[in-house]
């Protein structure tokens, strides 16, 4: 029986197009001034560019490098973790000041709620940083959705595609795998998530529909539909 869903943002809760359309461009948009302004000032900054300093090999000292290296990432739509921190940091003023709304598909607003109250769990994996997770459910245009989610996991966790990722979030949520219920838009996620022994759904918004024994949904009506089965 399923008692746990796990849930991708990107393609999945919320749209491919919000997230490089709208989010990528204010981070890129704003980060040049926001780590001058901060670098050296603000410990949680520092220590990001600290990262990227030993990632790139760039000096530390060299802070238009770094921020060369950065905007490259982003173009490059790297999955890097101090990367993902900073664009949290820059995602919060936008949220906080009223210029960036987080995008979630009705649907998902609808099913994310009745599992809640259904007493299911409810967690989150995505690339994108825990602050960046809350940010976009704390802030979407159908109201906060953060107090119907347990948890949150990014790369820290390990890396999407990789089943040991997987089998670090089931130690942490100390369950059985088949009783976790891993929802995504990529395919080689859902693979990894089930060499770990996770059920999956595939979630395929737009285009035509895969063949393959996997189980694929249009939205979360249809994942819904499963979870009455499991």
């Not at 709208?22 to 220590?47: I, K, M, W």
């Not at 210029?99 to 598909?105: D, N, P």
């Not at 059920?199 to 393959?212: F, K, N, S, Y």
């Amino acid at each position: 029986m399923i008692r746990v869903v796990l849930t991708d943002i990107e393609g999945t809760t919320s749209s491919i197009s919000f997230v490089h359309d709208v989010l990528f461009p204010y981070a890129s948009e704003h980060l040049a001034d926001f780590v001058r302004a901060r670098h050296q000032d603000d410990p949680a900054v520092a220590e990001q560019l600290d990262a990227v300093a030993e990632k790139s090999g760039l000096a530390r000292g060299n802070v238009e490098g770094l921020i060369e290296v950065l905007q490259g990432w982003i173009r490059e739509d790297r999955k890097e973790t101090s990367l993902k921190a900073l664009q949290g940091m820059i995602w919060e003023q936008g949220y906080q000041n009223g210029e960036l709304k987080g995008h979630i598909y009705s649907d998902a607003a609808d099913y994310l709620q009745r599992w809640h109250d259904r007493g299911l769990r409810l967690f989150v994996y995505s690339s994108g940083s825990v602050k960046a997770q809350k940010l976009i459910f704390g802030f979407t245009t159908e109201g906060d959705f953060t107090p119907f989610f347990s948890g949150y996991f990014d790369t820290r966790i390990g890396a999407k595609k990789e089943a040991g990722a997987y089998r670090n979030i089931l130690a942490e949520l100390g369950v059985e795998a088949n009783t976790v219920l891993f929802l995504s838009d990529v395919e080689a996620e859902l693979a990894a998530a089930e060499s770990a022994g996770m059920q999956t759904a595939w979630l395929v918004r737009e285009g035509d529909l895969p063949e393959t024994e996997r189980f694929v949904a249009r939205d979360f009506a249809e994942v819904d539909r499963l979870l009455q089965q499991r």
